[in-house]
């Protein structure tokens, strides 16, 4: 999922009190590479208060998007890694300290961008590995070496 990134699109141990404040995050990160317009950063929010915290998807992981037609202009991914988790509301797999923001341009796209990340955290060390990382350079520096 490493070479996925643009490192515009990363944020490391960010500062957020809330699961909204961490959706935009991601959201802005992703409108800052150009992959979406701004609407786009309210629709991935508003999925989650009108659908529930479904995108949590795994312990500590949460998947933040919106649909093509609300603002994706390009694919994209960005990361936010949190240096205190948020609840989302999810029991299974509250707090998260993950947040993956996706723009897929196609339902194909989509599920495409859905495969690489699932195979990226299919290993528990990738997803330590990005708990632990201090910064954008580690990120990229060791990041590659850590999904294989």
């Not at 800052?32 to 208060?49: C, F, L, R, T, W």
Request: glycine share 6%; hydrophobic share 40%; no cysteine.
């Amino acid at each position: 999922m490493i070479y996925l990134l643009r490192k515009e699109a990363v944020a490391i141990k960010e500062k957020v009190k809330t699961w909204d404040e961490a959706v935009r995050k991601a959201g802005e990160l992703l409108y800052d590479i150009g992959a979406v317009e701004k609407s786009y950063i309210e629709n991935m929010v508003k999925i989650v208060e009108d659908l529930g915290p479904y995108i949590v998807i795994a312990p500590g992981i949460a998947l933040a998007h919106a649909r093509p037609e609300h603002g994706v202009r390009e694919n994209g991914l960005s990361l936010v890694t949190l240096k205190n988790p948020v609840y989302f509301g999810n029991p299974d797999n509250d707090p998260v300290e993950i947040v993956i923001g996706l723009a897929a341009a196609a339902d194909s796209d989509h599920t495409e961008l859905l495969s690489r990340i699932a195979e990226s955290f299919s290993r528990e060390e990738f997803k330590e590995f990005l708990i632990r990382v201090q910064d954008v350079e580690e990120l990229f520096k060791r990041g590659e070496k850590s999904e294989t």
